[in-house]
């Protein structure tokens, strides 16, 4: 199903339960959140530290259940489905990118192993094309392959490859250098044009 919004939240929550000696206490963590992002577009979440952005985040990739509300891909209601068929069309790319990569692996594995994954009738040559590509996207040299992670793009091409239509990061100034003169911002990696939802403190 196509949508005008390839992501649509409404009236999300999600709530968790503490317990402490022999009392339980709900945590609303995030509590009736609604926005939607165009195809294309770049939106970022603003909020405090601890406010509940990472949360909203996990939520939407469904890594949390969330309590009640609604998340649709692209028309898709996926609230409560198996998400193994909409992996490969939503990435998220953490804050610190270097704690999310193995440091045992190549720049060639950390992006074939989710090619790998999502696309196993992939060709070696047909492999071997998209991670180049991937890698010239970021402006990273294909003689690079393989080294180990040391650069904070390095977690941007695993997301890439995938080739994802929305994407999620938390803190992307801070990740990829980006400055934001607002709430809204657009941006694209050598001219592909991405559509973010960026999950950061910083609002200015």
Do not use: W
């Not at 990739?61 to 490969?88: E, H, S, V």
């Not at 193995?102 to 040559?125: C, H, T, Y």
């Not at 180990?148 to 695993?158: E, S, T, Y």
């Amino acid at each position: 199903m196509s949508s005008e919004y390839i992501l649509k939240v409404e009236d999300l929550k999600t709530y968790f339960t503490v317990t402490k000696g022999s009392q339980k206490n709900i945590v609303k963590a995030v509590d009736g959140v609604s926005f939607a992002v165009r195809h294309g577009e770049t939106v970022g979440l603003v909020g405090e530290s601890g406010c509940g952005k990472s949360t909203i985040g996990r939520t939407i990739m469904r890594f949390n259940d969330p309590t009640a509300g609604k998340i649709y891909l692209d028309g898709d209601d996926i609230t409560t489905c198996d998400m193994a068929p909409y992996r490969k069309k939503m990435q998220m790319v953490f804050q610190d990118p270097y704690s999310s990569l193995d440091p045992r692996m190549s720049v060639n594995d950390i992006v074939g192993e989710p090619l790998d994954i999502q696309f196993p009738k992939m060709s070696a040559k047909e492999r071997s094309e998209r991670i180049i590509e991937q890698l010239h996207l970021v402006g990273i040299n294909s003689e690079q392959l393989s080294r180990f992670p040391a650069d904070k793009r390095d977690a941007l091409i695993g997301v890439l490859a995938q080739d994802p239509r929305p994407r999620y990061q938390t803190d992307a100034s801070r990740v990829y250098g980006l400055e934001f003169g607002g709430y809204e911002v657009k941006f694209s990696v050598n001219g592909q044009k991405m559509t973010v939802t960026d999950i950061t403190e910083k609002d200015s």
